[in-house]
Nanobody, 123 residues
Framework: QVQLVESGGGLVQAGGSLRLSCAAS????????MAWFRQAPGKERGFVAA????????YYADSVKGRFTISRDNAENTVYLQMNSLKPEDTAVYYC????????????????WGQGTQVTVSS
């Protein structure tokens, strides 16, 4: 079993930055693909970014490309999401997810989820 705990959310003004962290425990996730998803009120949970187990390959939703950066530190069993140039439409609960093997962009392919951290961007 893998437990994931997100942190780093909060309230920020448009144009600002936040860095989310996802700490894994219970099992090393060095061989797991990791991803961030987000869910705004009344909307489906959607893909934000993913990183391969090695950290070499990264993937982003078009809406965050160029503004967000996903990275991982396998020695620390932690994944990060650096969010810059935040917009009000980025407001959502952000979830960390893990799956063995290759990265994926659909939530149904991920086996483990954190509880989420709220990000609110004011205009």
């Amino acid at each position: 079993q893998v437990q994931l705990v997100e942190s780093g959310g909060g309230l920020v003004q448009a144009g600002g930055s936040l860095r989310l962290s996802c700490a894994a425990s219970g099992r090393t996730v060095s061989m797991y693909a990791m991803a961030w998803f987000r869910q705004a009120p009344g909307k489906e949970r959607g893909f934000v970014a993913a990183v391969s187990w090695s950290g070499v390959n990264t993937y982003y939703a078009d809406s965050v490309k160029g503004r967000f950066t996903i990275s991982r530190d396998n020695a620390e069993n932690t994944v990060y999401l650096q969010m810059n140039s935040l917009k009000p439409e980025d407001t959502a609960v952000y979830y960390c997810a893990a799956r063995r093997g290759r990265t994926a962009a659909t939530k149904d392919e991920y086996d483990y989820w954190g509880q989420g951290t709220q990000v609110t961007v004011s205009s």
